[in-house]
């Protein structure tokens, strides 16, 4: 068999000043892999037998793909034969497989290794353990979707007194409805019209539970307490639902909500209720701050960007905040409300932010407050 | 109870399903009656000068049920008032109290509460 080209075992250790080398990977708290062309492990530093582990011999001379998930074994191969082809990798997040089956997760470093003529003799690759960070990161993100849900939780008990009396109106019709049909069936021998009539009214009480059930389901898929789901969602239908749930109780105010939203708007990745709880408590606060005003209208519009972002907008024509409130609006304890505790916009800013995209307070433009979310299409 | 031929119950409530149950609740009853999606349409439609009686939300949009009744007393118009709402407030009962209400009823509300109130107003009017 022909020797393989470029880089061999033999080859480093005669290498000059190898001991040098020898002591660098070895002190290196990086885990540290180097291969030949043929992708054949030559080198397997001791970081690496700490993270993975392999003791250096029982690796060495084995392929590298020996130490790529199954699931993703065509990705880091393709990797591979990138940085064989002469691209330099820095820092990416991927996962390389322990000797017991699980998955380390690990910042990795990439380059080719040239032989003297510049041709790609083999690779170094260069593990950083992250395992800590990705912990911290799973924990930080399971508090925000507490944090998340505390406040869904929250702006129910607020608006509390409002669901009661959105509940109130279908248990009020049923009640009658049930009580009319009990009184037109009550006769001795109820008349064709009579049991015509019955019928009716139980048939209309039915719909007014069904539509008190739905208001309860609303609430309850709202404040049920869950991890962050992230699926494909027509953007509209949530802004629709933020809707109807922020008008839950309103009916008498005289504040109108007008849409404006484009039909063609690609579906998102989102986590619906966490989104829905950010419009909610924008028109939540809109709805506040219009209060007591003889007139007053929300415009929401959706729209899709040149640069790939679904684009939602929240106007309404109440007082508005003042030019050096606008800059604060998402800090926490930020409020002009006497009974707020101003974390509303905070929360609504880290659940933007947590799907890639971004919420700010509009300048200027017609009297009014107005907020601007941006949430990137996939 | 005794069937009512002439007087009317007027209803105002602006919303579909309350006003609509009360109007099969009424006519189960016997009783005639007549139903407004708001205090304007009462205040444009109503036959003026008829007698009857009242039942009346009070949180609507544009004109409350207490603004509605402020303006009927204003136009010395004593008809009957029930007053029937969703959700309660001490202040508001008051000045409807003050307007001479006969009865606040919370919603949801029992019929045999309602009808006896409207025995009494349809009598006494």
Not at chain 1, 19 to 40: F, H, P
Not at chain 1, 150 to 156: C, D, G, I
Not at chain 1, 196 to 202: E, H, K, L, P, V
Not at chain 1, 279 to 290: C, D, K, P, Q, S
């Amino acid at each position: 068999m022909e020797p393989m080209p470029g880089l061999t075992s033999s080859h480093l250790q005669s290498l000059p000043g190898s001991g040098l080398v020898t002591a660098l990977i070895g002190s290196s708290t990086d885990g540290v892999v180097v291969t030949d062309a043929a992708q054949m492990i030559l080198i397997f530093s001791p970081a690496c037998e700490r993270l993975f582990g392999y003791a250096a011999r029982e690796v060495i001379g084995k392929n590298i793909a020996m130490l790529f998930p199954p699931d993703r074994l065509p990705e880091e191969e393709a990797l591979v034969g990138k940085i064989m082809s002469g691209h330099n990798f820095h820092h990416i997040e991927t996962s390389w497989r322990h000797r017991d089956g699980s998955e380390i997760p690990i910042s990795l470093s990439a380059m080719s290794v040239k032989d003297g003529e510049g041709k790609a003799a083999g690779a170094l690759f260069t593990a950083n353990d992250i395992t800590h960070r990705k912990t911290a990161e799973t924990k930080e993100a399971a508090l925000e979707s507490e944090l998340a849900h505390v406040s869904r939780l929250s702006a129910m008990g607020e608006m509390s007194a409002a669901i009661a009396h959105e509940l109130n109106q279908p248990l009020t019709a049923v009640t009658n409805y049930v009580k009319a049909a009990q009184r037109f069936l009550g006769a001795d021998s109820p008349t064709p019209a009579q049991i015509r009539n019955a019928r009716d009214a139980m048939e209309k009480a039915a719909d007014q539970t069904i539509r008190a059930g739905t208001i309860i389901r609303y609430l309850r898929d709202f404040v049920e307490k869950r991890e962050s789901e992230k699926a494909a969602w027509n953007v509209n239908q949530v802004i629709r639902g933020a809707v109807a749930l922020g008008l839950v109780g309103t009916a008498h105010s005289n504040v109108k909500v007008k849409l404006e939203l484009e039909p063609r708007i690609p579906r998102l990745i989102i986590d619906k209720i966490q989104i829905q709880q950010v419009l909610l408590n924008l028109i939540r606060n809109a709805i506040e701050a219009m209060a007591g005003m003889e007139k007053g209208e929300i415009h929401i519009s959706s729209a899709v960007t040149e640069d790939r972002y679904a684009e939602i907008t929240i106007r309404d024509t109440g007082p508005g905040f003042l030019p050096e409130m606008a800059g604060k609006l998402f800090h926490a304890f930020a409020t002009t409300k006497r009974d707020g505790l101003g974390i509303g916009l905070k929360i609504c800013q880290s659940i933007i932010e947590a799907h890639g995209g971004s919420i700010r307070a509009l300048p200027g433009g017609p009297p009014g407050a107005s907020f601007r979310i941006r949430l990137p299409l996939p | 109870m005794a069937s009512y031929s002439d007087p009317l119950v007027y209803v105002v409530d602006d919303n579909r399903a309350v006003r609509d149950s009360l109007v099969s609740l009424l006519t189960s009853n016997g009783i005639a009656v007549r139903s407004f999606a708001s205090a304007k349409d009462f205040l444009t439609r109503r036959a003026q000068g008829a007698s009857g009686c009242l039942i009346l939300d009070l949180y609507m949009p544009e004109l409350s049920g207490l603004e509605l009744l402020r303006l009927l007393r204003a136009r010395g118009n004593r008809i009957p008032v029930i007053a029937i709402s969703g959700r309660r407030d001490g202040v508001l009962d008051a000045a409807l109290t003050r307007e001479g209400v006969m009865a606040i009823l919370s919603k949801p509300f029992d019929d045999k509460e309602l009808l006896g109130l409207i025995d009494r107003a349809l009598r006494i009017h």
